[in-house]
């Protein structure tokens, strides 16, 4: 499956006032990149799902991505292949310039790629706690109590008044109701899909791992000999 660039508007409330954002993210389906938005805000900005708001999300073309981070992302295979030029070994002040060039840029290629790993191991183990709770619920009766997670570490005694119905947040504001098994495939279907774009992350960055190392060792060789 294709990585999509999607770009996503919507506001955000900051303390008492409602401020608007703009995201540009890769994902292989939009309700990826929705569920993305909020947990990316959610942990910097320390907000619930309610105080996030999707306006609008569109696919854009790579040629009109903004975000820099993204940028880099996406001209990694195509820098991979185009930057593997015949290097002249007699160390040319053109060729260490090139190099030095890619160097740096493959070096915040790197990090970019890590924050981003980072954030989809988040998202599948999020998934995978909500399917372990539903799980749990399966095996709840009616007036059942339970602790409900107010945010941090505060929690709130309640009791379960359907236990065979959730309600599932897939973003722009819809809010769908399923038993517990089709919310269940739901959440493992996406799960599926994040561990698939966490797949193409890691080739990639072990990709620009291994031509940053090249590129290093030639560097070096080339100071040396200075």
């Known amino acids: 499956m294709k990585v999509k660039v999607y770009r996503i508007h919507g506001i955000m409330r900051i303390k008492n006032s409602w401020q608007k954002f703009t995201l540009e993210l890769t994902g292989l389906k939009e309700r990826d990149v929705i569920e993305e938005v909020y947990s990316l805000l959610g942990s910097r900005h320390k907000l619930k799902r309610s105080h996030i708001k999707i306006i609008k999300i569109e696919e854009i073309s790579p040629e009109d991505v903004e975000d820099i981070k993204i940028r ?18 007699s160390g040319t002040e053109e060729s260490i310039r090139r190099l030095s060039a890619e160097y740096v840029l493959l070096r915040n290629l790197v990090q970019s790629l890590q924050e981003r790993i980072e954030l989809l191991n988040q998202l599948i183990n999020n998934i995978e706690v909500t399917l372990n709770s539903l799980e749990g619920i399966k095996n709840l009766k009616e007036e059942n109590e339970v602790l409900f ?70 560097l070096e060789k080339e100071a040396k000999r200075e």
């Open 72 to 89: 880099k992302i996406l001209s990694l295979d195509k820098l991979i292949l185009f930057t593997r030029w015949n290097f002249d070994m």
């Open 149 to 218: 997670p107010l945010g941090g570490i505060v929690y709130v005694k309640s009791k379960v008044l359907i236990t065979n119905k959730v309600l599932i947040n897939v973003g722009a504001g819809i809010v769908l109701e399923k038993n517990i098994s089709e919310a269940m495939e739901y959440l493992r279907d996406r799960q599926r899909t994040l561990k698939l774009e966490l797949q193409s992350a890691l080739v990639q960055l072990r990709h620009a791992t291994a031509r940053l190392q090249e590129i290093s060792a030639v």
